[in-house]
């Protein structure tokens, strides 16, 4: 099947089943997306598709094809930009394992929503699980890129 | 091939005590090592500092990286006394070698017990101010002035006249050089890193999706395992059926290893699907009728009988027992999955000769160790590579290297490179837990109910019995069960502490803060109960009790002045505080809870924490590991079960072992003692009282006490039971 993934077409040798997740992280080796759970309830897999976020552990990878598929290592919007920067800059990671998903969920916030509240954010991170405790770090860090985007 | 250790033997820089390591001569350099000019600008690898001609300085830090900020705060000490430029540091995983070995725990290299910087922070500043002052006699020599004439600034020597020379330029001189004994390291008033939240040096490649886990490692012509492992804890594989699995696409083979059955495929989605179609036997005898309704009513029966004795004193049985008006509770506590991100891997490659192995590794001696015997070879022919941990709290410092193993006993067979892969289930389902625990308590109390005779009887299976630590049991007693009971530093009179450690087939690991888990839980609520007895503020009942620690005492003066209930301020409406203060691994944490009940279920606004851990070495990374610990305390406390029941492990992924979300993080603040002590542990001391806290918070507000685990589930009982 093809897949266009981060801007670019590619062929993929893999049974029509193969979620998405296995199709980046083995065919494609792109390792920045992450196996946490395999039922949606983690959200450590979670990419783009056409700008909305999804679970790529159950999202077959044939469902996706000839869709607009985003992973951490294709992210250069604006608001990535300014999401990824906060991230670093706060030192939000501990482990990192979850912070690939934890990213792309709040840049996807942050596209749709440019000043989200407290409430927006446990709305739209609730999804992603972090076992190392960081999302008091997270929510300030959605905070600081919000703040960043309306002054650039 | 040379190992690293024949390596370092060859080129002289092993001479036992501490290496420092400079950039290795071209021409030392074994011809089989790989040929620096292959890179003109860095040498092969030395021990602890590599400065390479760009100035550029590799830390190399015998910890594993598993999110508590080991890279960063171990650089720093380095970093501080070198004086080296902290934006050209780049921190670098330790192989294997004893030069690396933890200076407390000295005949492995380990990762645990919340000891990274205690166990380093003279170590690694010596190292520091040793380089230093190499590079200062190198750039003596080189412009024949005085070295006292000479000072050090950010990755440069500089001296009044001669102007300035950048460690890359004299690190080939300094190596040559003898290395100087007993270096001085800087006054603290000198600090200059120490102290400072330096920003995660691992936060960019963490946030650009680029950190490679044990996961991630991709190999040419790698292969996929996953393994059918029994249901049941102890079940045996009578037989089994791979037609299905082998008619998979993708799979490759199908192995039975021992009581398993590894299927091993193109990719890691073919090898899940091939695993799942194998359809196997097993030999169950009896084992459908265990649960965790049956383990505990048989820790419950255990308890009458203990058999160890780690605290004796019979007076305080015989004046609790005479005692009528004594405080009398009981506690259950269930098994806990350390439920890291990142579920159990191990890729490893065996060409027949030699292996090789990648993981995060707590324990990667150990590891190593277990993969050369499986293998039959030299530990030399067995190289780790210690990737970052996808979080760990304890289950990557495996006493057996469960996974470790599995992982070899297959690559054995296959003799080509292959990665074991673990689904959450498998990793959930696969013990190596918290162990289930019992305790029974029975306290008399004078007039004013301070504790005049505490009687204490713990019944949890060992942790330590039969693996590497087994030797650090006393008298057959497991001190990782008692913890907390039996060193606490209240004043609790006359002491006798039972024990008793049933076995059963469910193996049990160290789990952040270990028995600390239970047993600081268990003390904390139970002098909250002495408190409300007494109706005394809970801060202020605990101080006569501990006044022979000052750190506890400055723990409970920072609660005092900085939270709300220490203040004596009333709570909103609907909401409570509550209490608990308890020292793990030399580190003394107290936290202040406000708590509600939202449709019945607790609710944890705002934690107020205060800790002593001696000189705080990177304040933010500090903060953020009392934080961490908080959200997993929670987690482990509100939610935390392994429910087993019909002999399988029926909590098997996130939908039915709950952790806390972003939805329920409560707002935190954290404080710390001023001190000048050396750094204690950190990793795990902010766990443990949480769960204390919240449960008095929670009687605060339903008039009942929380004394079986997980609390959200008790407390949903406790209201249906009085409706």
New interface residues.
């Given amino acids: 099947m093809e897949l266009n993934i981060n801007g670019k077409a590619v062929k993929v040798d ?2 029509e089943d ?2 998405l997740l ?1 199709v980046i ?3 494609l ?11 949606s ?2 959200g ?1 897999c979670t990419v783009h598709l056409n700008g909305q976020p999804i679970r790529s552990c159950v999202t077959p990878a044939s469902a996706a094809a000839g869709q607009k598929i985003t ?3 294709g992210l250069d919007s604006h608001a990535a930009k300014a999401v ?1 920067e906060a ?3 706060l ?10 998903g934890q ?1 792309m969920a709040a840049t996807a916030l942050l596209t749709q929503n440019k000043k989200p509240s407290d409430s927006d ?3 739209a ?15 300030s860090a959605i905070h600081k890129a919000a703040q960043k985007m309306v002054k650039a | 091939m040379t190992s690293r250790r024949e390596f370092l033997v060859q080129t002289g820089a092993m001479t036992g005590g501490l290496i420092i390591g400079f950039n290795l001569p071209a021409a030392k350099a074994k011809a089989a090592e790989p040929p620096p000019a292959a890179n003109a600008k860095v040498y092969p690898p030395n021990a602890f500092i590599q400065i390479d001609k760009d100035s550029k300085v590799n830390i190399v830090i015998n910890k594993c990286e598993m999110g508590q900020g080991v890279f960063t705060s171990m650089s720093q000490l380095i970093a501080e006394e070198l004086d080296c430029d902290w934006s050209r540091v780049v921190p670098v995983a330790a192989p294997v070698d004893p030069i690396y070995n933890h200076t407390m725990f000295s005949t492995i290299q380990m990762t645990g017990g919340s000891t990274a910087l205690n166990s380093s922070y003279d170590q690694y500043r010596q190292i520091g101010a040793t380089a230093r002052a190499m590079l200062i006699q190198a750039a003596s020599a080189k412009w024949q002035v005085e070295a006292s004439s000479l000072k050090t600034d950010k990755g440069f020597v500089t001296h009044p006249s001669k102007g300035r020379i950048a460690y890359g330029e004299l690190a080939e001189d300094a190596n040559k050089l003898e290395m100087p004994k007993n270096v001085p390291v800087k006054d603290a008033k000198n600090f200059k890193l120490i102290g400072k939240s330096m920003p995660r040096l691992d936060a960019h490649d963490k946030s650009y999706g680029k950190a490679v886990y044990g996961i991630d490692v991709r190999l040419p012509d790698m292969v996929r395992v996953m393994v059918v492992r029994p249901p049941m804890f102890g079940a045996t594989l009578k037989s089994f059926d791979a037609s299905e699995a082998k008619k998979t696409a993708g799979v490759l083979d199908v192995i039975r290893f021992g009581n398993k059955v590894a299927v091993v495929a193109k990719n890691s989605w073919a090898a899940r699907k091939g695993r799942d179609a194998v359809k196997a036997e097993w030999n169950t005898s009896g084992r459908e009728k265990i649960s965790s309704a049956s383990i505990i009513e048989g820790f419950k029966k255990d308890a009458a009988t203990p058999n160890l004795h780690p605290k004796a004193n019979p007076d305080a049985i015989k004046e609790t027992a005479a005692d009528a008006k004594a405080l009398v509770a009981e506690y259950e506590f269930p098994y806990l999955a350390h439920a890291s991100m990142e579920p159990l891997n191990c890729t490893v490659n065996f060409d027949g000769k030699t292996a090789e192995l990648w993981s995060g590794h707590q324990m990667p001696t150990v590891d190593r160790d277990t993969a050369a015997k499986i293998f039959g070879l030299d530990p030399s022919k067995v190289k780790v590579n210690s990737v970052y941990a996808g979080g760990s709290f304890g289950r990557r410092a495996s006493k057996d290297s469960d996974y470790v193993r599995e992982a070899c006993e297959i690559a054995k067979v296959l003799k080509k490179p292959m990665q074991l892969l673990f689904s959450r289930e498998d990793d959930m389902k696969g013990g190596y837990y918290r162990p289930m625990a019992y305790h029974h308590a029975r306290i008399s109390t004078d007039a004013k109910g301070y504790p005049t005779a505490w009687h204490h009887k713990i019944v949890s299976p060992s942790i330590m019995a039969g693996g590497a630590f087994a030797a650090m049991m006393s008298g057959g007693a497991d001190p990782t069960v008692t913890e907390g009971v039996t060193e606490s530093a209240y004043e609790l009179g006359k002491q006798q502490v039972d024990l008793q450690m049933p076995t059963n087939d469910i193996p049990t690991l160290w789990f952040r803060s270990v028995g600390h888990t239970h047993t600081g839980f268990v003390m904390e609520t139970l002098i909250d109960e002495l408190a409300h007895r007494a109706k005394a503020n809970p801060i202020d009942f605990r101080r006569p009790m501990l006044k022979k620690s000052s750190r506890h005492l400055a723990v409970l003066d920072l609660l005092k002045k900085n939270t709300p209930l220490g203040q004596g301020k009333k709570p909103k409406k609907g909401h409570a505080y509550g209490v608990a203060i308890h020292e793990s691994f030399n580190t003394v944490v107290g936290q202040v809870v406000e708590a509600s009940l939202v449709d019945g279920v607790p609710r944890v606004h705002h934690v107020w924490a205060a800790a002593h851990c001696g000189r705080v070495v990177n304040p933010e990374g500090a903060r953020t590991q009392i934080a961490g610990g908080i959200a997993f305390g929670m987690s482990m406390s509100l939610y935390g079960n392994i429910e087993i029941e019909n002999g399988e492990v029926t909590t098997t992924n996130f939908d039915k072992y709950q952790v806390v979300r972003m939805n329920e993080m409560p707002k935190i603040d954290v404080f710390f003692v001023p001190s000048e002590d050396k750094p204690t542990g950190l990793g795990e001391p902010g766990v443990p009282p949480l769960g204390a806290a919240l449960a008095n918070a929670i009687f605060s507000l339903t008039g009942k006490r929380v004394r079986k685990l997980p609390i959200a589930l008790e407390v949903a009982k406790q209201q249906q039971a009085s409706t």
């Fill in positions: 893999a049974s193969t979620p296995w992280r083995d065919e080796n792109m390792t920045g997306t992450k196996y946490g759970c395999g039922i309830m983690c450590a992973t951490i290592e990824q991230w670093t800059t030192s939000v990671p501990q482990c990192g394992y979850c912070q690939s990213i954010i446990d709305a991170m609730s999804g992603n699980i972090c076992r190392c405790g960081t999302y008091n770090e997270i929510r």
